[in-house]
């Protein structure tokens, strides 16, 4: 119902906010891996052949056109832990997978501006997702650094392009 997608509906609806935006990275859930076989799940009907069955990869969703944003992480993920999983989504399909637009870099796209989620994939992969359970003790510290440093690696990329 985008409720939750309140504060990123405010900010790109008003044109002067996005003078100057070239695109966005959203950070949502970055920090909780899983290391057992099965533990990672997928929104349904979304072909998952070839992606992991384990929780412990970073995934950097955005629009098949967004190939700069994307190739920034997917050229970070050459020298620092965790996997970079990326999925260039074409947007005549979003609609099919309404997951893939539940948070903040969706207000983004409709106004047409790049933007990619970076996620360690929430309720897909953490059980306590949105739980009383989901507390700063259950996060796994090396994959949250690991997933921090993808982002600073991605910035300084994106960066250099000018």
Sequence with gaps: DGSGL????AF???ARNL?????AIVLDMVGYA???????????????????TTGDFLAVLGLS???DLIGAFVGSAQTTWPLVVSL????????MFPDLIRSDHAPFWEQDIPAVLVTDTANFRN??????????????QSFFRGSA??????????LSMG
Excluded: F, M, W
């Excluded at 003078?19 to 695109?23: D, I």
């Excluded at 260039?88 to 609609?95: A, F, G, K, M, S």
């Design 88 to 95: 260039p989504i074409p947007e005549n399909v979003l609609r």
């Design 6 to 9: 309140l504060g990123s509906l």
């Design 19 to 23: 003078e100057h935006v070239k695109g």
């Design 65 to 67: 056109e967004h190939t």
């Design 34 to 52: 899983c290391r057992t076989e099965g533990c990672q799940r997928y929104p349904q009907g979304l072909p998952t052949q070839t992606l992991p």
């Design 127 to 140: 059980a306590d997702y949105h739980t009383p359970r989901d507390t700063p003790e259950t996060l796994d």
């Design 149 to 158: 440093q993808h982002v600073v690696n991605a910035v300084v990329t994106l």
């Design 12 to 14: 790109t609806a008003d």
